[in-house]
């Protein structure tokens, strides 16, 4: 018997799938992980009952994940944005930092009522982010440098630059600890709701903002054009040069408005590793939501929610806080499976070999 699969491109994507990988992707990670906490001796349904259900339905879980949530959405747009042109942002943790630097500064050395200060430290967190950003989209427009590898080095630049200072120049507070001094009342990101700061109505704006842009202007058309077929868009008269510049610098000012608005609204002070690895878990958020940037918005929360949840198993069922991570992987691994599966319809056919075809009846002499 010989088996055959067979592997052709998808003329059109089913609605199911297009729409269902998403769910596919988290549903077929969080089983997956099922199998760890098993090995640990952990109840699955106990412990993704104490992420979930605890983080949603209770006033503090819900709070922590709102505010969690606004690094993760807006570094999630600063890899989102990139990827509709066909660029991978690897560097928004970087971006990150360095608006978070850029708008501590003004935080700390500004005297302004707050209503233009808190403003003020937002655009210097985007200045700074949008051009720790733009260095990789020259390198990359300019001279097709791969933005993976330098928007990546980059970021161990921002973080030792990161270092440096709060060991030095904007280290404050008592003791040796690398961190910045408290922020004034005039320099802190007032609340929006109990709890959750105004960086939360920042995000969602910027998403709006992403979302019309994208769907409602000829310059998202443009960069959807030039993502996915380059030359073509060339040929149409579109800059690619422009575009590659354009996303990289306003995702990194996404990103850096993420850093500034965990320091400045949740963090109250610029401490050393504030930052969770939002900027690379903003990877795996853009490519759940790649399709639009509501989408992005819904990723955010989800892993806000495990970012929260997570800690909150970690205390009940003793659960390594590295579980979180290995979410974040499969959820990788199984977006580029499905995305696979997407392009291609794969068939199998099973053939009878010689030996297996039914023997033919012998006709006698008449």
């Keep these: 018997m010989n088996v055959a699969v067979n592997v052709d491109a998808r003329e059109e994507i089913p ?50 994940t709102l505010t969690k949530a606004v690094p993760l959405i807006l570094t999630g747009l600063a890899v989102y944005l990139p990827l509709k042109a066909g660029l991978f942002n690897i560097g928004a943790e970087g971006q990150l930092v360095a608006g978070a630097l850029a708008g501590t500064w003004i935080g700390l050395n500004v005297s302004l009522p707050g209503l233009a200060l808190v403003p003020l430290m937002f655009v210097a967190a985007a200045v700074a982010g949008g051009i720790w950003a733009g260095i990789p989209a020259y390198l990359r427009a300019k001279w097709d440098v791969n933005e993976i590898i330098t928007s990546l080095l980059l970021t161990f630049v921002a973080l030792e630059i990161q270092s440096y200072l709060l060991r030095g120049p904007m280290q404050g507070g008592t003791g040796n600890f690398p961190q910045s001094e408290r922020f004034s009342e005039a320099a802190t990101i007032p609340e929006l709701v109990s709890g959750v700061h105004a960086g939360l109505l920042v995000a969602v704006c910027m998403v709006v903002v992403t979302y019309v842009l994208m769907t409602r202007t000829r ?13 073509a868009a060339q040929q149409a008269g579109m800059s690619k040069f422009y575009v590659y510049l354009l996303v990289f610098v306003v995702g990194g000012a996404f990103a850096a408005m993420g850093g500034i608005s965990e320091i400045a609204g949740a963090q109250g002070r610029y401490r050393a590793g504030f930052e969770p690895g939002y900027g690379f878990t903003a990877i795996p958020i853009a490519l759940l939501g790649r399709n639009s940037a509501l989408k992005v918005l819904l990723a955010g929360l989800f892993f806000a929610v495990l970012f929260v949840g997570g800690s909150s198993m970690e ?35 099973v053939k009878r070999g010689p030996a297996e075809t039914p023997a033919q009846p012998q006709r006698g002499d008449d």
């Design 219 to 231: 310059l998202g058309f443009e960069i959807t054009f030039v993502g996915s077929n380059d030359a």
């Design 15 to 64: 609605a199911w799938l297009a729409y269902g990988t998403p769910v596919f992707t988290v549903l077929a990670a969080l089983a997956v992980s099922a199998v760890a906490l098993v090995v640990l001796d952990v109840n699955p349904v106990a412990a993704y009952a104490t992420m979930f259900v605890d983080t949603l339905f209770t006033e503090f879980g819900l709070t922590e």
């Design 315 to 349: 205390v009940a069922f003793g659960v390594p806080a590295a579980l979180v991570e290995i979410i974040q992987a499969l959820v990788i691994l199984f977006l580029i499976t499905a995305e696979f599966f997407k392009s291609y319809r794969v068939g199998i056919d």
